[in-house]
């Protein structure tokens, strides 16, 4: 099985609300990342979690918020986001950091 | 740096023809290679990769990869293209060096338009 889930869907939020992503996998992966994708874009790294461990932040701003509350589970709060930040959210996991990456279908996100 | 480069951003070819997604890289060291495929409103899906041994990688839905390390390169291939293979392809290469893998680099993408 070689599935990533996540949740929700799509999303609609205001610039003033606060909301979470969330990214569930059961490979026993022990990485896990986040990506954000403009369309017909490539994937743009956000953050990585190694070991449960917040391992990379490629300088993303402070209204997300990563959360990886254990081996299985990915978060990312979102709080008071700009219209710009509207995107398709990408959860991805692996082995480890050499290994294949297997992504989520995506939360489709609007910024009103 | 690592980087990769999808030279073509559209790639049009009549079904039952065989298609080429080009792609090129540039790594220090051994080169960790993958194709991704990613249709409308989707996640990306893996394809195939390439770490080390045969230079020509078998992946999924009758795709192909050859890896070229004197030009470079790690083309795409499929014998004969069908219309649902229509989607944008995504080269990648994993930088092995300053953040120990963790960091993908991806290519622009490439749109391949399979005509029946």
């Known amino acids: 099985d070689t599935e990533v889930t996540q949740t929700p869907k799509h999303l609609v939020m205001g610039m003033t609300n606060k909301k979470s992503l969330k990214c569930e996998q059961h490979?026993?992966?022990?990485?896990m990342y986040w990506y954000k994708q403009k369309a017909k874009k490539p994937p743009e790294l956000m953050f990585v979690?190694?070991?449960?461990?917040?391992?990379i932040n490629e300088s993303v701003p402070s209204r997300f918020s990563p959360e990886c509350p254990n081996s299985s589970l990915l978060n990312l709060h979102l709080h008071a986001l700009q219209p710009e930040d509207s995107a398709l959210y990408l959860c991805?996991?692996?082995?480890?950091?050499?290994?294949?990456?297997?992504f989520g279908p995506g939360t489709r996100l609007l910024v009103l | 740096a690592q980087s990769v480069a999808q030279p073509e951003d559209q790639v049009n070819v009549a079904e039952g023809n065989p298609l080429t997604v080009k792609c090129t890289y540039s790594?220090?060291?051994?080169?960790?290679l993958f194709w991704y495929v990613q249709y409308p409103n989707r996640g990306l899906q893996f394809l195939l990769k390439?770490?080390?041994?045969?230079?020509l990688v078998k992946g999924s839905y009758g795709f192909e990869a050859e890896f070229n390390k004197s030009q470079t390169s790690f083309h795409l291939k499929k014998p004969s293209a069908l219309v649902s293979d229509s989607a944008l392809y995504f080269c990648?290469?994993?930088?092995?060096?300053?953040?120990?893998?963790?960091?993908?680099?991806f290519g622009a993408g490439t749109r391949l338009f399979v005509k029946a």
């Open positions: 990648a290469v994993r930088d092995m060096g300053g953040t120990g893998g963790f960091k993908t680099i």
């Open positions: 390439y770490i080390t041994g045969d230079n």
């Open positions: 979690y190694s070991y449960e461990k917040l391992s």
């Open positions: 490979m026993g992966h022990r990485a």
């Open positions: 991805a996991s692996s082995q480890n950091r050499a290994e294949t990456q297997y």
């Open positions: 790594v220090s060291g051994n080169p960790y």
